[in-house]
């Protein structure tokens, strides 16, 4: 299975700042897709961004954009004017395509907490 | 409204009675998985089915068993439950590219 690594058990970030999340993975293929998922208490998987390898621009969704760098192999996450809202833990997952069955491999998660 | 559902959403049994834990999608997704949840670990894949009939092992299949003879549906068996399957169980479909997973809400599973 590929490796994908959260390096940031825990995170805390004051309402209205920002905060990145780091996120790290290992492959050896070249086309390959990455995602990152929030779950607050809930416990709802919800996607956030997705980003296609192939792809040099950096995938942004509201608030949300990502740092990708193929060569390091980092995909880092960041909030903008963060939201009590954001309070969950978010996971980082890569997936290799159909040669891999189409597997989701997750980190292990950053839990994040904002507070006001 | 596109969804994936699961049921039940918590579930307490005993080691050695058998279960079942349904998912069901209405959005005509080839691709169904099942994830477990654990502290610490993330989600580690149980097992995937790519199609009708057509299922294959994830990274931590043993101890369950899975079908698919319906295309919307992908139920979960533990024909004999242990404490160690005590775990947060996900149900998950997409269609066959690289656009993501949907997710079901989750069952909450302990084995006693």
């Known amino acids: 299975a590929q490796t994908v690594t959260q390096s940031q058990p825990e995170m805390s970030v004051q309402e209205a700042e920002t905060v990145t999340l780091s996120c790290t993975y290992d492959?050896?293929?070249?086309?390959?897709?990455l995602f990152w998922y929030k779950q607050p208490p809930s416990r709802q998987m919800i996607l956030v961004i997705r980003?296609?390898?192939?792809?040099?621009q950096n995938a942004t969704e509201n608030r949300f954009s990502v740092n990708f760098q193929k060569a390091a192999k980092s995909f880092s996450l960041k909030i903008s004017d963060s939201q009590l809202g954001d309070t969950a833990m978010y996971f980082c997952a890569f997936m290799n395509g159909l040669y891999s069955g189409y597997a989701l491999n997750f980190g292990k998660g950053t839990s994040l907490l904002v507070t006001p | 409204e596109a969804q994936v559902t699961q049921n039940p959403r918590y579930l307490i049994t005993v080691t050695g009675k058998k279960l079942t834990v349904t998912c069901s999608q209405n959005m005509n997704h080839e691709y169904m998985s099942w994830y477990r949840q654990d502290p610490g670990l993330g989600l580690r894949q149980i097992y995937y089915?790519?199609?009708?009939?057509?299922?294959d092992k994830g990274d931590v299949p043993e101890g369950y068993k899975v079908s698919r003879k319906e295309k919307r549906n992908f139920p979960l068996i533990l024909e004999s439950p242990s404490p160690n399957q005590t775990s947060l169980y996900f149900c998950?479909?997409?269609?066959?590219?690289?656009?993501?997973?949907?997710f079901g809400s989750g069952t909450r599973l302990t084995v006693v």
């Open positions: 980003q296609e390898a192939y792809k040099q």
């Open positions: 998950a479909s997409s269609i066959v590219s690289g656009d993501g997973y949907t």
């Open positions: 089915s790519m199609n009708v009939e057509v299922t």
């Open positions: 492959t050896s293929e070249n086309n390959y897709y």
